[in-house]
Protein backbone atom coordinates (compact mmCIF):
# COMPACT_ATOMS: atom_id res chain seq x y z
CA UNK A 1 0.00 0.00 0.00
CA UNK A 2 1.07 3.84 -0.42
CA UNK A 3 2.48 5.20 2.94
CA UNK A 4 2.09 8.54 4.12
CA UNK A 5 2.99 11.51 1.17
CA UNK A 6 3.87 14.62 2.63
CA UNK A 7 5.40 18.00 0.33
CA UNK A 8 6.89 19.90 -0.21
CA UNK A 9 10.39 17.81 1.21
CA UNK A 10 12.41 20.51 1.91
CA UNK A 11 11.51 24.47 2.76
CA UNK A 12 13.44 27.53 3.31
CA UNK A 13 12.11 31.03 4.04
CA UNK A 14 13.31 33.96 6.30
CA UNK A 15 11.44 35.05 9.08
CA UNK A 16 8.11 36.33 9.05
CA UNK A 17 7.07 34.68 6.16
CA UNK A 18 4.04 31.92 5.59
CA UNK A 19 5.01 28.44 4.58
CA UNK A 20 2.16 25.41 4.12
CA UNK A 21 2.89 22.00 4.28
CA UNK A 22 0.70 19.20 2.96
CA UNK A 23 0.03 15.65 3.86
CA UNK A 24 -2.51 12.73 2.44
CA UNK A 25 -2.27 9.61 4.52
CA UNK A 26 -2.61 6.20 4.03
CA UNK A 27 -6.14 5.63 2.72
CA UNK A 28 -8.80 4.45 5.26
CA UNK A 29 -6.95 6.29 8.31
CA UNK A 30 -9.49 7.64 10.40
CA UNK A 31 -6.11 10.06 12.73
CA UNK A 32 -3.64 12.12 11.26
CA UNK A 33 -1.08 13.27 13.19
CA UNK A 34 1.31 16.38 12.65
CA UNK A 35 4.89 16.47 14.44
CA UNK A 36 7.68 19.02 14.92
CA UNK A 37 11.00 17.68 15.23
CA UNK A 38 13.56 19.99 16.33
CA UNK A 39 17.26 18.77 15.68
CA UNK A 40 18.49 16.93 18.16
CA UNK A 41 15.28 15.66 20.10
CA UNK A 42 12.33 13.40 18.94
CA UNK A 43 9.00 14.36 17.61
CA UNK A 44 6.43 16.18 19.30
CA UNK A 45 3.11 16.09 18.76
CA UNK A 46 1.84 19.32 17.14
CA UNK A 47 -2.39 18.13 16.47
CA UNK A 48 -4.42 15.07 16.00
CA UNK A 49 -7.11 14.73 14.00
CA UNK A 50 -9.75 12.19 13.90
CA UNK A 51 -11.54 12.47 10.49
CA UNK A 52 -12.13 15.84 10.50
CA UNK A 53 -12.22 17.14 13.95
CA UNK A 54 -9.59 18.16 16.19
CA UNK A 55 -8.99 15.58 19.07
CA UNK A 56 -5.86 17.55 20.66
CA UNK A 57 -3.80 20.48 19.75
CA UNK A 58 -2.94 21.63 23.40
CA UNK A 59 0.66 21.90 22.17
CA UNK A 60 0.04 23.97 18.91
CA UNK A 61 1.11 27.27 19.17
CA UNK A 62 -1.97 29.08 17.87
CA UNK A 63 -0.72 32.36 17.72
CA UNK A 64 1.33 31.20 14.65
CA UNK A 65 0.51 27.83 13.79
CA UNK A 66 -3.11 26.71 12.24
CA UNK A 67 -4.43 23.21 10.57
CA UNK A 68 -7.05 21.66 9.09
CA UNK A 69 -8.16 18.44 8.11
CA UNK A 70 -11.22 19.86 5.98
CA UNK A 71 -12.38 16.53 4.52
CA UNK A 72 -11.21 13.89 6.61
CA UNK A 73 -8.33 12.85 4.23
CA UNK A 74 -5.70 15.35 3.37
CA UNK A 75 -4.66 17.48 5.72
CA UNK A 76 -2.15 21.35 5.89
CA UNK A 77 -0.37 23.17 8.57
CA UNK A 78 0.60 26.29 8.01
CA UNK A 79 2.84 28.40 9.87
CA UNK A 80 2.24 32.37 9.65
CA UNK A 81 4.38 34.49 10.61
CA UNK A 82 7.77 32.04 10.80
CA UNK A 83 10.05 32.23 13.91
CA UNK A 84 13.52 31.03 13.36
CA UNK A 85 12.78 28.37 15.85
CA UNK A 86 10.62 27.32 13.79
CA UNK A 87 12.86 25.41 12.15
CA UNK A 88 12.58 21.66 12.14
CA UNK A 89 11.25 18.67 10.61
CA UNK A 90 7.53 18.58 9.86
CA UNK A 91 6.30 14.73 10.55
CA UNK A 92 3.08 13.73 9.19
CA UNK A 93 1.26 9.99 10.36
CA UNK A 94 -1.60 8.50 10.53
CA UNK A 95 -3.30 5.07 11.62
CA UNK A 96 -6.27 3.61 11.79
CA UNK A 97 -7.79 5.44 14.79
CA UNK A 98 -9.36 4.40 18.37
CA UNK A 99 -10.23 2.72 20.16
CA UNK A 100 -7.40 0.40 20.22
CA UNK A 101 -3.17 2.02 20.19
CA UNK A 102 -2.50 1.43 16.30
CA UNK A 103 0.63 1.57 14.86
CA UNK A 104 1.29 5.10 13.33
CA UNK A 105 3.04 5.41 10.38
CA UNK A 106 5.45 8.40 9.15
CA UNK A 107 5.79 10.25 5.98
CA UNK A 108 9.40 11.67 5.16
CA UNK A 109 8.63 14.63 6.44
CA UNK A 110 9.37 18.49 5.15
CA UNK A 111 12.91 19.89 6.55
CA UNK A 112 11.76 23.70 7.10
CA UNK A 113 14.59 26.06 7.58
CA UNK A 114 13.67 29.13 8.42
CA UNK A 115 16.50 32.38 7.90
CA UNK B 1 2.70 14.73 32.79
CA UNK B 2 3.57 12.11 30.38
CA UNK B 3 7.56 12.00 30.13
CA UNK B 4 9.79 10.09 28.28
CA UNK B 5 13.74 9.73 29.14
CA UNK B 6 16.16 8.04 27.33
CA UNK B 7 19.30 8.85 29.10
CA UNK B 8 22.02 8.39 26.07
CA UNK B 9 22.09 10.61 22.87
CA UNK B 10 24.40 8.32 21.14
CA UNK B 11 25.65 4.20 22.36
CA UNK B 12 28.38 2.57 19.91
CA UNK B 13 29.18 -1.12 20.43
CA UNK B 14 30.78 -3.45 18.12
CA UNK B 15 29.49 -6.02 15.77
CA UNK B 16 28.19 -9.45 17.79
CA UNK B 17 28.03 -7.14 21.24
CA UNK B 18 25.53 -6.94 23.44
CA UNK B 19 22.97 -3.78 23.34
CA UNK B 20 20.83 -2.18 25.83
CA UNK B 21 19.19 1.12 24.76
CA UNK B 22 17.58 2.82 28.07
CA UNK B 23 13.89 4.23 28.06
CA UNK B 24 12.13 5.68 31.41
CA UNK B 25 8.80 7.17 31.85
CA UNK B 26 6.69 8.65 34.21
CA UNK B 27 2.81 8.40 33.37
CA UNK B 28 -0.16 8.34 35.85
CA UNK B 29 -2.14 5.86 34.38
CA UNK B 30 -1.93 2.69 32.87
CA UNK B 31 0.76 3.12 30.26
CA UNK B 32 1.47 1.21 26.13
CA UNK B 33 5.00 1.72 25.70
CA UNK B 34 6.67 1.69 22.06
CA UNK B 35 9.80 1.60 20.05
CA UNK B 36 10.12 3.13 17.06
CA UNK B 37 13.34 3.05 14.58
CA UNK B 38 14.90 5.66 12.08
CA UNK B 39 17.04 3.74 9.80
CA UNK B 40 19.52 6.20 7.71
CA UNK B 41 17.46 7.60 4.69
CA UNK B 42 14.28 6.26 5.42
CA UNK B 43 11.78 7.07 7.91
CA UNK B 44 10.49 6.58 11.62
CA UNK B 45 8.74 2.97 12.00
CA UNK B 46 7.68 1.20 14.48
CA UNK B 47 10.01 -1.74 15.96
CA UNK B 48 7.78 -3.01 18.77
CA UNK B 49 4.97 -2.69 21.43
CA UNK B 50 5.18 -3.85 24.68
CA UNK B 51 1.35 -5.75 24.30
CA UNK B 52 2.99 -7.00 21.69
CA UNK B 53 5.45 -9.38 23.70
CA UNK B 54 7.73 -10.17 20.73
CA UNK B 55 11.55 -10.25 18.96
CA UNK B 56 11.25 -8.01 16.03
CA UNK B 57 14.85 -8.62 14.05
CA UNK B 58 16.59 -9.95 17.35
CA UNK B 59 15.47 -7.06 19.31
CA UNK B 60 13.35 -7.56 22.60
CA UNK B 61 11.79 -4.96 25.06
CA UNK B 62 9.93 -5.75 29.06
CA UNK B 63 7.60 -3.53 30.60
CA UNK B 64 9.05 -3.03 34.12
CA UNK B 65 5.95 -0.56 35.94
CA UNK B 66 8.18 -1.04 39.05
CA UNK B 67 11.42 0.85 37.72
CA UNK B 68 8.78 2.52 35.39
CA UNK B 69 10.98 1.22 32.18
CA UNK B 70 11.25 -0.21 28.74
CA UNK B 71 14.54 -1.26 28.20
CA UNK B 72 15.63 -2.05 24.26
CA UNK B 73 18.12 -5.37 23.88
CA UNK B 74 19.79 -7.41 21.65
CA UNK B 75 22.22 -9.92 22.70
CA UNK B 76 24.09 -9.69 19.49
CA UNK B 77 24.32 -6.52 17.70
CA UNK B 78 24.22 -6.55 13.85
CA UNK B 79 25.85 -3.19 11.66
CA UNK B 80 22.42 -3.28 9.82
CA UNK B 81 21.06 -2.44 13.48
CA UNK B 82 22.49 1.42 13.28
CA UNK B 83 19.90 3.42 13.49
CA UNK B 84 18.07 5.86 15.70
CA UNK B 85 15.84 4.56 18.06
CA UNK B 86 12.92 6.66 20.04
CA UNK B 87 11.25 4.82 22.90
CA UNK B 88 7.34 6.37 23.06
CA UNK B 89 4.49 6.47 25.62
CA UNK B 90 0.65 6.36 25.21
CA UNK B 91 -1.89 5.27 28.06
CA UNK B 92 -5.56 5.06 28.42
CA UNK B 93 -6.03 8.38 29.32
CA UNK B 94 -3.90 9.72 26.10
CA UNK B 95 -6.26 8.94 23.38
CA UNK B 96 -3.83 7.88 20.47
CA UNK B 97 -1.22 10.22 21.52
CA UNK B 98 2.48 9.51 21.92
CA UNK B 99 4.78 11.26 23.52
CA UNK B 100 8.37 10.10 22.40
CA UNK B 101 11.71 10.81 24.20
CA UNK B 102 14.74 12.20 22.90
CA UNK B 103 15.76 9.26 21.20
CA UNK B 104 19.39 7.56 21.18
CA UNK B 105 21.52 6.53 18.08
CA UNK B 106 22.63 3.17 18.18
CA UNK B 107 26.19 2.53 16.71
CA UNK B 108 27.54 -0.48 15.39
CA UNK B 109 30.74 -1.15 14.49
CA UNK B 110 32.31 -3.77 12.79
Known amino acids: EAGVAQSPRYKIIEKRQSVAFWCNPISGHATLYWYQQILGQGPKLLIQ????????DSQLPKDRFSAERLKGVDSTLKIQPAKLEDSAVYLC?????????????FGPGTRLTVL | AQRVTQPEKLLSVFKGAPVELKCNYSYSGSPELFWYVQYSRQRLQLLLRHISRESIKGFTADLNKGETSFHLKKPFAQEEDSAMYYCALGGDNAGNMLTFGGGTRLMVKP
Open chain 1, 49 to 56: FQNNGVVD
Open chain 1, 93 to 105: ASSLGRPNFNEQF
